[in-house]
């Protein structure tokens, strides 16, 4: 049902706390010299707001929406300009100060909020859109939300970008992990529209400045562009400013210059109760799904249009579920989707008839489906905000991630069964998100980008939710073990072979960098990155020298 779905329906895409992060935060190194004073404004001027500890508005601003992490920097402060950013940077850098940089909030681990930071900067206040003539592309700044982005593009230019489903999530850290979503599977990455990007950074001798670095291989700064495209946050320096434009897109009328989403789309909810699935059954219905996808992943499928998202609940939230979104404009889209819904109604033995509306803003239900037909900005608005998981910012949660490039194994499946079945939890949410991949996302290879991971069927999500501190430890345990038992034969994490594929950055979880839990020989940095973590080095050691920017899982120099 819509009220099981996943907090990041799409990206989780990604990631998620921005301005290069996306689920790793901007940090900068620490020194001890006293700091120099901010820049500073009156409220409501042009200039940077600061927040001190004494602010009604500072416990706002010192966490995220992962509520096990928080900070309590000496100040907080909110640029609007990219040259103020410089200017708080600067001080920071000269002052010796730890800063770290939030956007959307969305960060999973503590990379933005933790004991160390001293200074906050919060990109919220720089979240414009417009149309750069100039440059013949759009520009977004870093601490813009997908859900401005998405309104402002689509109703002023009938475009969008592939991005993630959660409205809030910043663009900062989502673009620069990647960024997937519900339009991926036909129109590839967020990182594919990629034209530029803007970014504070740092020099050897510690001034700062800002950089733009663009797609053209001729660019003198295109190194930094391309380890934007997939290398995540928290590693090069801040991004003040993105560019979109679509690779091979002519001409200068901006409503040709990014992909135009559907007119409307069919959303479909799934929900199995569990009482009604037996282990047999859970089995058949998570073959059939990857199966399915390893069948319909290339880009050239007529499910290219169609994005999936395969809900593997515990047992103590009382059902499974399934979203699907497919664009109800395409050739013989009634067909596809109900013919796709049938494989799941065999597995488990039913015989359910699939109906789909025909009108915009109708809705058809059977025992275990409803499918809406809704305009297509509507439809994000609806996926984006039916779960609590999404919305709620008094949870506190943990996740772990993995790329599948085939078909869960029938062994993999029975573990997960067991794990979501026999073991006690106590949690508001906890349970596995498998969404689709593959489509445009296969066309580009491992290199074009810093995403290498190009040939997956899908990435699994190992996540649960609750709400009070005295429940970390239970909770934290309960997805160490699940993850631990489904990859055993590989150390416990997933490693890049002939089924898995590594990690997402934009779900960082610091536990792959722990040699308690994960005992392969394969190290954190080739799960995310695979065989482009040297280039991404090398950028490290060009363009951040001092090492200003780092994380728990920032690239090393």
């Known amino acids: 049902m819509m009220t099981n779905l996943n907090r990041r329906l799409f990206l989780r895409a990604g990631s998620a706390a921005a301005l290069g992060v996306t689920g790793a935060a901007l940090t900068e190194g620490t020194a001890q010299a006293a700091a120099p004073a901010a820049p500073a404004a009156a409220p409501g001027a042009g200039g940077v707001l600061t927040v001190t500890p004494q602010d009604a508005r500072y416990s706002d601003l010192t966490s995220g929406l992962n509520q096990r992490w928080t900070s309590a920097p000496e100040r907080i402060v909110l640029p609007r300009t990219t040259a103020q950013v410089v200017e708080l940077v600067q001080a920071a850098v000269t002052g010796g100060k730890r800063i770290s940089v939030r956007g959307g ?15 906050v900067i919060d990109m919220n206040l720089m979240d414009d859109v417009h149309f750069d ?7 977004v700044e870093g601490g813009a939300t997908l859900l401005r982005v998405y309104e402002e593009l689509y109703k002023s230019w009938g475009v969008t970008l592939p991005g993630g489903a959660c409205f809030s999530v910043g ?5 620069s992990g990647g960024g997937y979503g519900m339009l991926s599977r036909r129109y590839g990455l ?8 803007e970014v504070v950074v740092v020099d050897a001798q510690g001034k700062a400045r800002s950089v733009v670095a663009g797609r053209d291989k001729n660019d003198p700064n295109h190194d930094l562009f391309w380890a934007h495209t997939g290398g995540g946050g928290g590693n090069f320096g801040v991004i003040t400013k993105y560019w979109f434009r679509s690779p091979g897109a002519t001409g200068n009328d901006p409503r040709k210059l990014l992909p135009a989403p559907p007119a409307e789309v069919f959303v479909t909810s799934a929900s199995w109760p569990w009482e009604k699935v037996s282990k047999e059954g859970f089995v058949r219905l998570v073959d059939f799904y990857g199966k399915w996808l390893e069948a319909n992943s290339s880009p050239d499928s007529p499910y290219a249009d169609l994005c999936s998202w395969l809900f593997l609940n515990h047992r103590s939230l009382g059902s499974l579920g399934m979203l699907v979104q497919t664009d109800a404009t395409a050739p013989n889209a009634e067909k596809l989707l109900t013919d796709f819904l049938s494989g799941f109604t065999r597995a488990l033995g039913g015989s359910e008839t699939h109906k789909v509306p025909l009108q915009s803003g109708d809705r058809s239900t059977s025992e275990h489906f409803t499918t809406y037909r809704l305009p297509w900005l509507r439809a994000t608005k609806f996926v984006g905000t039916s779960a609590a998981q999404q919305t709620d910012p008094t949870l506190r949660g943990k996740h772990k991630s993995a790329f599948h490039r085939r078909a869960l194994t029938t062994g993999a499946i029975e573990t997960i069964h067991d794990q979501l079945t026999t073991t006690e939890h106590r949690a508001r949410f906890a349970g596995l998100v498998l969404p689709a991949s ?7 290879s491992a290199t074009d980008t810093a995403v290498a991971q190009r040939d997956s069927i899908m990435k699994i999500t190992y996540e649960t939710y609750w709400n009070d501190r005295a429940d970390d430890a239970p909770n934290v345990d309960w997805v160490r073990n ?20 590594g990690c997402y950055i934009n779900y960082p979880d610091a536990d792959i960098s722990d040699p308690e839990f994960n005992t392969s020989p394969v190290p954190w940095t080739e799960l995310y990155y ?13 363009w951040d020298p001092r090492n200003v920017f780092r994380h728990r899982q920032s690239i090393r120099p």
Do not use: M, W
């Open 530 to 542: 695979k065989g482009n973590y040297q280039r991404l080095q090398q950028v490290k050691r060009a």
């Open 190 to 197: 967020t990182v594919d529209h990629l034209e530029a990007v």
């Open 438 to 444: 593959g489509g445009a996302i296969s066309s580009r």
């Open 482 to 501: 699940i993850y631990r038992a489904v990859y055993a034969k590989t150390g416990g994490v997933p490693v890049p072979d002939e089924h898995t594929d």
């Open 105 to 119: 909030g969305h960060c999973f681990e503590d990379f933005v909020h933790n004991a160390e930071v001293q200074v």
């Open 133 to 139: 003539e100039q440059r013949g592309a759009f520009a």
């Open 171 to 175: 663009v900062g850290g989502h673009v």
